[in-house]
Structures are given as structure tokens and as C-alpha cells.
């Protein structure tokens, strides 16, 4: 850890040494990332008052979003933008379609065209060591967002909500609704979680299973698939349709069904993959009379409206003004040489150590609160 804020200390001593030169290089031409290509690339002219001239403060971050697909990464890239702006940066904001060899590439213009920080909500936590060790050549500290990067030494800083705390609040959550503590039971449950590529999930599944595990274990809680390992119900990209039709198959192969096998809750680690297990649900003849306790996260808005009419049971919000905040204060801090916030120093390391980083704290949500 020590290691780490040292070697973070020092890169950016050497990126504020740099500042003065780094516009100079931006002439550098890169190739265009495919799709959701979104460049802000016009400085922030800020005046100096006491000159009474106008200067461009900061210097050029490079922020790295996956996808524009999910409500919460457009929100996280328009938070870091805004927020960035009015602190006197200048930004390259980017989003990669969950297209991995495109994120690669526009983190490699991030590096070619001046950017002295990176940002990074990575799309696979595993796959950019390689483009990273160009970053850390040139010193150019990197902050993963929201997802941890993994085995890269180029990762300066981690900031993100409490994970694990967002799986034991799901976890939490069908216990008592269930209540399981007094409930004879049995009761049927399925777990659905994200893509297996992102560091998150071992957090929101292990969270979550830490607390339902003891009640399978006692046979409370009955799992009817079998799927019970991480790598049977995770959801590729956390997409949708994949949850939707792994859901499909399930209710065929075990005959779940309002008047057949009586389904009781759904794990489910996010609203992508809560929707996809709603509408297959609805399909099968369920309705917001008669659905099982089903679990999500982010807020998104399709989902706050089956909140509200009773398709979903809960949801996990997590601020992304606040993580926006806490990165832009990360930034200014590095930029600035001093020492970013951090409150956790033991739980995320991504194979080279570990990370210090900022824990947001996440709030369930349901439709007594959701307002
Ligand atoms: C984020 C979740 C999000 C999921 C899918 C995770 O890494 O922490 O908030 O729902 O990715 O985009």
C-alpha cells in the first residue's frame, strides 16, 4: 500500500511537471474509436483574477466509460465531465460500446494525445495491463472507476461504492422478506449475477451469498437449478437478454410457472439483468400480483417504474454524483501533488497489491423510499 501512494506521490510530482508541455502534444493524431465516439476536447479558459488575464488551468483527463447502453455510465460520464469542467480540466470523454479492443484503442489516444490522467471504468478488468503499461511509461497516473483493474501496476487509485456491502444488502434484503428467520420454509430461489470480467461481481455475489449461503446450507432456502457457482449465473456484459434468456430456459427445465413450481425470490446482482428475469417472468404469466422477491441495483428508470408497480421488490442506489465527486477530488489531488482521499487501504487488490481506494456508501431502495 505504502508502495503504492509513494510511487503515486512521486508519478505526480512528474505530472505536474509535465502540465506546461502536455498541450503541446495534442497535434498528435489518433485513430477514431468506432461507435459512441463522445470527444469534449475545448479547454476551460478560467480567469486569473489577481492578473486579470485568462488562463487554462489543469491540464487534459482522459475519462473511460463502457457503454452508453446503461442509464448509470451515461450519468457517471456526464457527472465526471460537469464536475471535471468546473474544477478546471480539460476532458476526453469516451465510451466504448462494452467493445473491448475499442476502449483499448481510445485509452491509447487518451495516452498519445496529451491526457495526463486517466480515469477508467474498465468494460473487462483483465484486459488492459497491455494499453496500461504505455500509461505508466510516460507517468501517467491512472484512477480505475468503479471497477477495479486488474494485475496492471499502472493503477494509482481505486474509487467505487461498497460492494460487498451492496451484495449483503440484496442478501439481506430476501431474508427479510422471507423472513427467514422465523419462516418454516422451504423456499425456492435463483441467483442471477453480472459478467464474469468484472472484478464487482465477486463482490456483489460474495456479499450476497455470505448472507444467504447459511440458510441453503439448513435447506431454508432451496436452489431448484442447481445453479449455484458464481460461473453458472453470472450474465455476459450483464446483459438483458442473456439474463432474460438463461431465465427462459429455467422456468422450462424446472417448471416454474404461476400454477406450477412455486418460484419465491431472485437474486439478482443489477437492474440490466432484474429486467431480463422480470419480462421473462411476465412471459411465463407472472404478473405484479404473484412475482417473487426480486432484487436489482443502480435506480435505473424502467426499473424504479416496476418498483412502483410491484414487478420488482428492491433496488440498490448508488449516487454517481458523489463517486464523481470523490474521483474529481482524487484528480485535483494527484494534479496538485498532494494526497487523494482514500478510507479503505485492505480490501481491493487487483493482483499487483493493494489499490487504495474511496468507498461510496450504496441505500436500498423500495417503493416506500424510492422517491
Ligand atoms: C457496476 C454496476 C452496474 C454493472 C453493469 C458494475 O460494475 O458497479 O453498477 O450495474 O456494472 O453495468
Given at each position: ?17 509535465m502540465l506546461a508541455g ?183 455475489f460474495g456479499g450476497a ?150 468507498l461510496c456508501d450504496p ?9
Amino acid at each position: 500500500m505504502r508502495k503504492k501512494l509513494l510511487s503515486s506521490l512521486l508519478v505526480t510530482a512528474m505530472a505536474v511537471t509535465m502540465l506546461a508541455g502536455c498541450g503541446s502534444n495534442g497535434g498528435q493524431q489518433a485513430s477514431t474509436p468506432a461507435t459512441e465516439n463522445k470527444t469534449e476536447t475545448s479547454a476551460e479558459a478560467k480567469t486569473d483574477d489577481t492578473a486579470g488575464t485568462t488562463t487554462t488551468e489543469g491540464g487534459k483527463i482522459g475519462v473511460a466509460m463502457p457503454t452508453k447502453d446503461l442509464q448509470r455510465w451515461n450519468q457517471d460520464g456526464t457527472n465526471m465531465e460537469a464536475q471535471l469542467k468546473e474544477a478546471g480540466y480539460e476532458v476526453d470523454l469516451q465510451y466504448a460500446s462494452n467493445d473491448i479492443p475499442t476502449q483499448v484503442s481510445q485509452i491509447e489516444n487518451m495516452i498519445n494525445s496529451g491526457c495526463q490522467m486517466l480515469v477508467i471504468a474498465s468494460i473487462d478488468g483483465d484486459s488492459l495491463g497491455t494499453v496500461l503499461e504505455q500509461a505508466k511509461e510516460k507517468d501517467i497516473p491512472v484512477i480505475a472507476y468503479d471497477r477495479l483493474i486488474m494485475d496492471s501496476e499502472a493503477v494509482s487509485y481505486y474509487a467505487t461504492f461498497d460492494n460487498y456491502k451492496v451484495g449483503q444488502m440484496q442478501g439481506q434484503y430476501i431474508v427479510d422478506a422471507l423472513d427467514l428467520e422465523n419462516a418454516e420454509g422451504p423456499f425456492n430461489i435463483e441467483l442471477v449475477t453480472g459478467a464474469p470480467d468484472d472484478n464487482n461481481v465477486n463482490f456483489f455475489f460474495g456479499g450476497a451469498m455470505d448472507v444467504l449461503q447459511p440458510y441453503i446450507d439448513s435447506g431454508k432456502l432451496v436452489v431448484p437449478s442447481g445453479q449455484t457457482e458464481k460461473a453458472q449465473c453470472a450474465t455476459a456484459n450483464w446483459s438483458t437478454e442473456e439474463a432474460q434468456k438463461r431465465f427462459e430456459n429455467m422456468i422450462s427445465a424446472v417448471g416454474y410457472g404461476p400454477n406450477g413450481v412455486k418460484l419465491d425470490a431472485v437474486l439478482c446482482s443489477n437492474d440490466s439483468t432484474s429486467y431480463g428475469v422480470q419480462n421473462a417472468l411476465q412471459a411465463a404469466g407472472y404478473t405484479a400480483d404473484n412475482m417473487p422477491i426480486i432484487t436489482g441495483q443502480d435506480c435505473d428508470k424502467p426499473n424504479v417504474k416496476n418498483i412502483v408497480s410491484g414487478l420488482q421488490s428492491m433496488s440498490v442506489f448508488k449516487d454517481t454524483r458523489t463517486l464523481a465527486e470523490k474521483v474529481v477530488g482524487m484528480v485535483d489531488a494527484i494534479m496538485k501533488g498532494t494526497e487523494p482521499e482514500i478510507n479503505d487501504t485492505e480490501t481491493y487488490d487487483n493482483g499487483t497489491g493493494v489499490i487504495p481506494s474511496y468507498l461510496c456508501d450504496p441505500v436500498v431502495v423500495t417503493v416506500d423510499n424510492y422517491k
